[in-house]
């Protein structure tokens, strides 16, 4: 069955540092998204991402914050200078066209393992 | 904005007893679609059940079912005949249909299931 999987699954970096959160979709799917949840909190929608940009976008994803599909199957999330705040574990999801389309009817997401990420 | 609410933090059940998951939610939409999602140790959030709102038949899949009451804006799942693997962080989610795309999550249930 296939599946979206997220690499690593636990990084630990220093608080400065960039880090990039790796995923790779499922093959046919066209829309791609980030959530987190910090610990003990809810899983927050990050951004949405839709032929080579962003669809939407969360009040959290500010401009530390960027995407990119690098290679047509890779799809990240960069942040540039992680701070405490940003440990939290990062989700990746797909949908093969836009949740809840009033033409397409319902079209499920499909979510990632998880990245668990630690700022010190 | 939406809101979705999960009011009990831990859970547990006997194996093969029946247990209750409690989810209520606030939105000004009227069409939307909720979701019951299960994390288990493994960490890949599965999707379990799914309703639309303007269905009034409540949605059931095999021992998940869920009791969607739309006025109270509640939202609850039930897991029957509960076995082992069941145990994990379920949460409840709330998507409006068209417009936004994202998912509105809880803050999740973790239910352990004791042999």
């Known amino acids: 069955e296939p599946e979206v999987t997220q690499t690593p699954s636990h990084q630990v970096t220093q608080m400065g540092q960039e880090v990039i959160l790796r995923c790779v979709p499922i093959?046919?799917?066209?829309?791609f998204y980030w959530y987190r949840q910090i610990l003990g909190q809810k899983v927050e929608f990050l951004v949405s991402f839709y032929n080579n940009e962003i669809s939407e976008k969360s009040e959290i994803f500010d401009d530390q914050f960027s995407v990119e599909r690098p290679d047509g199957s890779n799809f990240t999330l960069k942040i540039r200078s992680t701070k405490l705040e940003d440990s939290a574990m990062y989700f990746c999801?797909?949908?093969?066209?836009?949740?809840?389309?009033?033409?397409?009817?319902?079209?499920?997401?499909?979510f990632g393992q998880g990245t668990r990420l630690t700022v010190v | 904005a939406q809101t979705v609410t999960q009011s009990q933090p831990e859970m547990s059940v006997q194996e093969a007893e029946t247990v209750t998951l409690s989810c209520t939610y606030d939105t000004s939409e009227s069409n939307y679609y909720l979701f019951w999602y299960k994390q288990p140790p493994s960490r890949q959030m599965i999707l379990v059940i799914r309703q639309e709102a303007y269905k009034q038949q409540n949605a059931t899949e095999n021992r998940f079912s869920v009791n969607f009451q739309k006025a109270a804006k509640s939202f609850s799942l039930k897991i029957s005949d509960s076995q082992l693997g069941d145990t994990a962080m379920y949460f409840c989610a709330f998507h409006t249909q068209g417009g936004s795309e994202k998912l509105v999550f809880g803050k999740g249930t973790k239910l352990t299931v004791n042999p």
């Open positions: 999801a797909s949908s093969e066209a836009l949740r809840g389309d009033p033409l397409m009817g319902y079209t499920e997401a499909f």
């Open positions: 093959s046919n799917h066209l829309y």
